[in-house]
């Protein structure tokens, strides 16, 4: 059995990659410092598998540790090191992904993203533990209009947010580019993921107000707010909104796994890999799908632009399906269907 650390693994993401993980029969230990999650959220997860008839309680291990706490975070990796004798690898969720809050705040992004994931470096290399895959982000390239955005294409965040993940990028490059050791490193360059997973116990549970479009919709279905603020109605796009490439959480975590899987078979490799579906849906489409599939009302009005907003960003995914054979399976309707489901069953999250 591989024991895998999951930094985050109580965030949206992080926990249906380690229900994800726990499912294909890895040990999981989490690392999360909770300031933006719940650890309920890994209770769901043990209370869906045992609901399979998988009774994994020892295989989920939970840690509860800042990142820029590196004192405690060596004692976490020596108590499993010396516990369990090995440390397969690490996947990187942990820190702050609020592009508004980043643009008012960027020193806490900067610390809490950047130096936070520093001392998980170093900590990693005195254990040994050469495997990373690293949560990246789409909002690390240039502006791109109406195109699709390939891992060749030019990098050059607007915000703060984007400047701390390539930072992260580029220091991996660099630890990779002059390490003797064998590290396999991936840096998954999330688009948009939204959606839950199917059973409805675990999904997207945003601390205060949401930033990111999905919830919002959510909640104004809920009508937990009165109407939905679309930011811009005037971009270069068939209907005026922005165009965005949304995943379903589930294909992401699916994702996760099928790229450390291909790390672990290699002896030396950086990879740099776009996770999207490669079709692109504005903001209008979307609210426009999610009441047709949910038979709801999302009331909107338009509203000015927000600083550090792009117009369109869209994966090119052909690397990841020509060379990887990760090709998302589930739709937009189905993103739609099984997010508000987590909301109708979950009305206060966690």
């Known amino acids: 059995m591989k024991n895998i650390i999951v930094t985050g693994g109580a965030g949206f993401i992080g926990s249906h990659t380690c229900l ?11 690392i999360d410092s909770f300031i933006n999650s719940s650890p309920l959220a890994l209770e769901k997860v043990l209370e869906i598998l045992k609901n399979k008839n998988k009774n994994v309680k020892d ?30 690898g690490v996947i990187h ?5 609020s592009v508004a809050e980043s643009i008012s705040f960027p020193l806490i992004y900067w610390k809490a993203n950047v130096f936070g994931t520093i001392n998980l470096i170093e900590i990693m290399q005195k254990y040994k ?14 502006n791109s209009e109406n195109r699709s955005l390939s891992e060749n294409d030019q990098l050059m965040p607007s915000n703060p947010y984007g400047n ?13 580019n002059s390490s003797k050791m064998n590290l396999k490193f991936a840096s998954l360059r999330y688009f948009n993921p939204i959606g839950a997973h199917i059973s409805g116990l675990i999904g997207e549970n945003p601390k205060g107000k949401p930033n990111n479009i999905f919830p919002l919709i ?30 379903h959480v589930m294909d992401l975590a699916d994702a996760h796994i099928k790229v450390l899987e291909n790390l672990f078979k290699n002896e030396s490799i950086f990879l740099e890999l776009n996770i999207g579906t490669g ?21 909107y009005i338009f509203v000015n632009r927000r600083p550090g ?39 206060n999250g966690y």
């Open 20 to 30: 994800a993980l726990l499912e294909r029969g890895y040990r999981v230990f989490v």
């Open 59 to 88: 295989e989920l291990i939970i840690f509860k540790c800042d990142l820029k706490d590196k004192s405690l975070l060596k004692n976490i990796f020596s108590e499993i090191k010396t516990k369990y004798k090995t440390i397969d």
């Open 93 to 97: 969720f942990a820190g702050l992904k």
């Open 129 to 142: 533990c050469n495997t990373l895959v690293f949560s990246s982000s789409a909002t690390i390239y240039a």
């Open 164 to 176: 701390t993940k390539l930072s992260i990028e580029v220091l991996l490059n660099d630890i990779f």
């Open 218 to 247: 959510i909640n104004t279905a809920m009508g937990t707010q009165k109407k939905l603020e679309i930011y811009g109605n005037d971009w270069p796009t068939k209907d005026g909104t922005p165009i965005r490439d949304y995943i």
């Open 279 to 299: 079709r692109g849906t504005s903001v209008l489409e979307l609210i426009k799908i999610f009441e047709k599939v949910n038979c709801v009302k999302v009331p």
């Open 309 to 347: 907003d792009n117009c369109s960003i869209v994966a090119d995914n052909s690397l990841l399906i020509s060379k990887f054979n990760i090709v998302p399976k589930l739709k937009i309707e189905d993103m739609c269907r099984d997010g508000w489901n987590w909301k109708k069953l979950n009305p």
